[in-house]
């Protein structure tokens, strides 16, 4: 069964480091997106992207976040200058037409 | 925007009874509700998903009921197993384009022998 997958699986930086996590979607889906969820709490909604750009995004992505698919295959979030409250468990998930999400294993975030 | 309520937080059961977890919403656009179950320090998986043009979905001990005049959906777990312990959430959207889901809080179901 087709799964999204992620790298790194963890990640540990210093505060003001920029971090990209990676993503490669499920092959034929249409719509990617990031969210984000801090230990014990619910999963967040950060940005979606279709047609390579924004669909839209959350509160939480501020100027510091970008997204980017660089290829026909990737999907990544950049995080520029990183904060101790980033320190998150970031998930990629894709979906076809918009309705099923599929995430990814996620990327546990540690900034220090 | 949606938001998206849910109960209980915790949730303990015995083996072989059912579960009930709740959720309300309150966008009233919203027209699908997909419910993710998380084990510990895993993705969250797709287990069961409703329209809103139905009213009930089942998938063998899983089912699903929507009532959308109230704005409130349930997830109702029949035969609990002990592998059903974990963390399940609701979530709600309006299925236009990208699928935004605003996650319920979370219920930690526990099975116990």
């Known amino acids: 069964e087709p799964e999204v997958t992620q790298t790194p699986s963890h990640q540990v930086t210093q505060m003001g480091q920029e971090v990209i996590l990676r993503c490669v979607p499920i092959?034929?889906?249409?719509?990617f997106y990031w969210y984000r969820q801090i230990l014990g709490q619910k999963v967040e909604f950060l940005v979606s992207?279709?047609?390579?750009?924004?669909?839209?995004k959350s509160e939480i992505f501020d100027d510091q976040f970008s997204v980017e698919r660089p290829d026909g295959s990737n999907f990544t979030l950049k995080i520029r200058s990183t904060k101790l409250e980033d320190s998150a468990m970031y998930f990629c998930a894709s979906s076809g037409y918009g309705e099923k999400l599929f995430f990814g294993s996620g990327t546990q975030l540690s900034v220090l | 925007g949606e938001n998206v309520e849910q109960h209980p937080s915790t949730l303990s059961v015995q083996e072989g009874d059912s579960a009930v977890i709740k959720c309300t919403y309150s966008?009233?656009?919203?027209?699908?509700f997909p419910w993710y179950k998380q084990e510990l320090g895993k993705r969250p998986q797709l287990i069961i998903d409703i329209r809103s043009n139905v009213g009930e979905k089942k998938d063998q001990r899983i089912a699903v009921t929507l009532n959308k005049t109230a704005k409130h959906f349930s997830l109702h777990i029949t035969e609990t197993q002990p592998e059903d312990s974990a963390v399940y959430f609701c979530a709600a959207t309006y299925t236009g384009t990208a699928s935004k889901l605003t996650f319920g809080t979370g219920t930690r179901l526990q099975v116990t022998l």
């Open positions: 992207f279709y047609n390579n750009e924004i669909s839209e």
């Open positions: 966008d009233s656009a919203s027209n699908y």
């Open positions: 092959s034929n889906h249409l719509y």
